[in-house]
Protein backbone atom coordinates (compact mmCIF):
# COMPACT_ATOMS: atom_id res chain seq x y z
CA UNK A 1 0.00 0.00 0.00
CA UNK A 2 1.20 3.48 -0.44
CA UNK A 3 1.34 5.66 2.86
CA UNK A 4 4.49 8.72 2.38
CA UNK A 5 5.45 7.42 -1.39
CA UNK A 6 6.73 4.13 -0.02
CA UNK A 7 5.20 2.02 -2.79
CA UNK A 8 8.05 0.45 -4.79
CA UNK A 9 6.95 -1.61 -7.99
CA UNK A 10 7.36 -1.63 -11.34
CA UNK A 11 5.63 1.78 -12.26
CA UNK A 12 7.77 3.68 -9.80
CA UNK A 13 10.76 6.11 -10.12
CA UNK A 14 14.51 4.59 -10.12
CA UNK A 15 15.84 2.72 -7.50
CA UNK A 16 19.29 2.19 -5.94
CA UNK A 17 20.63 -0.91 -3.94
CA UNK A 18 23.40 0.06 -1.62
CA UNK A 19 24.86 -3.22 -0.71
CA UNK A 20 27.82 -3.65 1.87
CA UNK A 21 27.77 -7.41 1.38
CA UNK A 22 25.99 -9.87 -0.59
CA UNK A 23 22.11 -9.43 0.59
CA UNK A 24 18.72 -10.79 -0.64
CA UNK A 25 17.09 -7.47 -1.20
CA UNK A 26 18.22 -7.50 -5.05
CA UNK A 27 16.63 -10.99 -5.65
CA UNK A 28 13.36 -9.39 -3.64
CA UNK A 29 13.64 -6.27 -6.47
CA UNK A 30 13.95 -8.92 -8.90
CA UNK A 31 10.90 -11.08 -7.77
CA UNK A 32 8.44 -7.78 -7.57
CA UNK A 33 9.81 -6.97 -10.89
CA UNK A 34 11.17 -3.56 -9.72
CA UNK A 35 14.57 -2.56 -11.72
CA UNK A 36 17.45 -0.74 -10.04
CA UNK A 37 21.22 0.07 -9.98
CA UNK A 38 23.30 -1.62 -7.99
CA UNK A 39 25.88 -0.18 -6.03
CA UNK A 40 28.83 -2.48 -4.16
CA UNK A 41 30.55 -0.78 -0.99
CA UNK A 42 30.31 0.54 2.28
CA UNK A 43 31.25 4.25 1.00
CA UNK A 44 28.90 5.88 -0.80
CA UNK A 45 29.61 9.61 0.44
CA UNK A 46 30.49 10.22 -3.03
CA UNK A 47 27.62 8.30 -4.94
CA UNK A 48 25.09 11.09 -6.40
CA UNK A 49 21.79 9.67 -5.07
CA UNK A 50 19.62 12.52 -6.81
CA UNK A 51 18.45 10.56 -9.54
CA UNK A 52 16.75 8.62 -7.33
CA UNK A 53 13.40 7.91 -5.48
CA UNK A 54 14.07 5.01 -3.46
CA UNK A 55 17.21 4.16 -1.74
CA UNK A 56 18.26 0.99 -0.22
CA UNK A 57 20.92 0.17 2.00
CA UNK A 58 21.16 -3.35 2.76
CA UNK A 59 23.68 -4.62 4.76
CA UNK A 60 25.02 -7.90 6.39
CA UNK A 61 28.11 -6.28 7.74
CA UNK A 62 29.97 -3.61 6.57
CA UNK A 63 31.50 -0.65 7.48
CA UNK A 64 29.32 2.27 6.62
CA UNK A 65 30.79 5.57 8.38
CA UNK A 66 29.28 9.09 9.06
CA UNK A 67 30.26 10.49 5.40
CA UNK A 68 27.93 8.40 3.27
CA UNK A 69 25.29 8.37 6.28
CA UNK A 70 25.44 12.52 5.88
CA UNK A 71 25.10 12.09 2.38
CA UNK A 72 22.15 9.71 2.64
CA UNK A 73 20.62 11.68 5.35
CA UNK A 74 20.69 14.97 2.80
CA UNK A 75 19.63 13.63 -0.05
CA UNK A 76 16.30 11.97 1.96
CA UNK A 77 16.01 15.04 3.64
CA UNK A 78 15.41 16.63 0.20
CA UNK A 79 12.12 13.75 -0.81
CA UNK A 80 13.69 11.03 -1.07
CA UNK A 81 12.89 7.46 0.81
CA UNK A 82 15.69 6.02 2.75
CA UNK A 83 15.64 2.07 3.49
CA UNK A 84 18.08 0.20 5.65
CA UNK A 85 17.91 -3.42 5.55
CA UNK A 86 20.00 -5.48 7.86
CA UNK A 87 22.79 -3.64 10.08
CA UNK A 88 26.12 -4.15 11.23
CA UNK A 89 28.39 -3.80 14.32
CA UNK A 90 30.18 -0.76 13.89
CA UNK A 91 30.43 2.07 16.06
CA UNK A 92 30.98 4.65 13.62
CA UNK A 93 27.64 3.61 11.85
CA UNK A 94 25.47 3.27 15.16
CA UNK A 95 26.57 6.84 15.82
CA UNK A 96 25.79 8.40 12.26
CA UNK A 97 22.91 6.69 12.32
CA UNK A 98 21.73 8.23 15.93
CA UNK A 99 23.13 11.87 14.26
CA UNK A 100 21.27 12.11 11.27
CA UNK A 101 18.19 9.42 11.25
CA UNK A 102 17.56 7.62 14.36
CA UNK A 103 18.38 7.72 17.83
CA UNK A 104 19.64 4.01 18.90
CA UNK A 105 21.87 3.18 22.11
CA UNK A 106 25.43 3.74 20.47
CA UNK A 107 26.79 1.68 23.01
CA UNK A 108 24.87 -1.48 22.75
CA UNK A 109 25.20 -2.14 18.78
CA UNK A 110 26.66 -5.39 18.26
CA UNK A 111 24.37 -8.62 16.81
CA UNK A 112 21.98 -10.12 19.33
CA UNK A 113 19.67 -13.04 18.43
CA UNK A 114 15.99 -11.96 18.50
CA UNK A 115 14.29 -14.37 21.61
CA UNK A 116 11.08 -15.74 19.87
CA UNK A 117 8.50 -14.57 19.10
CA UNK A 118 10.85 -12.97 16.09
CA UNK A 119 8.34 -10.61 15.03
CA UNK A 120 5.34 -8.77 16.79
CA UNK A 121 3.28 -6.18 14.83
CA UNK A 122 2.29 -3.40 17.16
CA UNK A 123 0.70 -1.40 14.61
CA UNK A 124 -1.44 -3.39 11.98
CA UNK A 125 -2.28 -0.72 9.76
CA UNK A 126 1.35 0.41 9.46
CA UNK A 127 2.60 0.09 5.35
CA UNK A 128 4.97 -1.77 6.84
CA UNK A 129 2.97 -4.28 8.58
CA UNK A 130 0.66 -5.00 5.92
CA UNK A 131 0.25 -8.50 4.95
CA UNK A 132 2.69 -9.73 7.80
CA UNK A 133 1.04 -11.94 10.80
CA UNK A 134 0.45 -10.28 13.80
CA UNK A 135 3.43 -12.78 15.24
CA UNK A 136 6.03 -14.85 13.66
CA UNK A 137 9.17 -16.83 13.76
CA UNK A 138 11.65 -16.48 10.92
CA UNK A 139 12.45 -19.82 9.51
CA UNK A 140 16.23 -18.78 9.34
CA UNK A 141 16.94 -17.73 12.86
CA UNK A 142 19.69 -15.96 11.10
CA UNK A 143 17.34 -13.72 9.91
CA UNK A 144 16.46 -13.00 13.82
CA UNK A 145 20.09 -11.36 14.57
CA UNK A 146 19.99 -7.40 14.99
CA UNK A 147 22.43 -4.60 15.84
CA UNK A 148 20.53 -1.63 16.39
CA UNK A 149 18.67 -0.57 18.65
CA UNK A 150 16.16 2.57 18.25
CA UNK A 151 15.50 5.12 21.32
CA UNK A 152 13.72 7.16 18.89
CA UNK A 153 10.40 7.88 20.36
CA UNK A 154 9.41 9.96 17.24
CA UNK A 155 9.65 6.89 15.24
CA UNK A 156 6.48 4.94 13.94
CA UNK A 157 6.70 1.50 14.94
CA UNK A 158 5.09 -0.97 12.85
CA UNK A 159 6.87 -4.36 14.33
CA UNK A 160 8.93 -5.16 17.46
CA UNK A 161 11.25 -8.10 17.51
CA UNK A 162 11.46 -10.84 20.32
CA UNK A 163 13.14 -8.51 23.13
CA UNK A 164 10.98 -5.60 22.69
CA UNK A 165 13.53 -3.32 20.38
CA UNK A 166 11.95 -1.50 16.93
CA UNK A 167 11.94 -3.73 13.75
CA UNK A 168 10.25 -2.28 11.37
CA UNK A 169 9.86 1.60 11.36
CA UNK A 170 9.17 5.10 9.28
CA UNK A 171 10.14 8.77 10.52
CA UNK A 172 10.18 11.87 8.32
CA UNK A 173 13.11 13.30 7.46
CA UNK A 174 12.81 16.70 6.23
CA UNK A 175 10.75 16.40 2.98
CA UNK A 176 11.70 12.62 2.96
CA UNK A 177 11.58 9.49 4.77
CA UNK A 178 13.47 6.76 6.50
Known sequence: PA???????????????IETTTTVIPQALDDLGVSYDLFSGADFSG??????????LAMDGGLVEAPSIA????????????HIYGGTC??????????????NDVNDYCWTDSTTPHSTVVAGGHYLAAGLPSVFNFVDTSAAYYA???????????????????????????GGRF
Open 71 to 82: NAATWTSSGGRF
Open 3 to 17: DDGWIVGPNRGPVLV
Open 90 to 103: SQPYAQALNDYFLL
Open 47 to 56: VDLSGYDHVF
Open 148 to 174: TRSTDGTATVAARNGDGYDQLLSKPIG
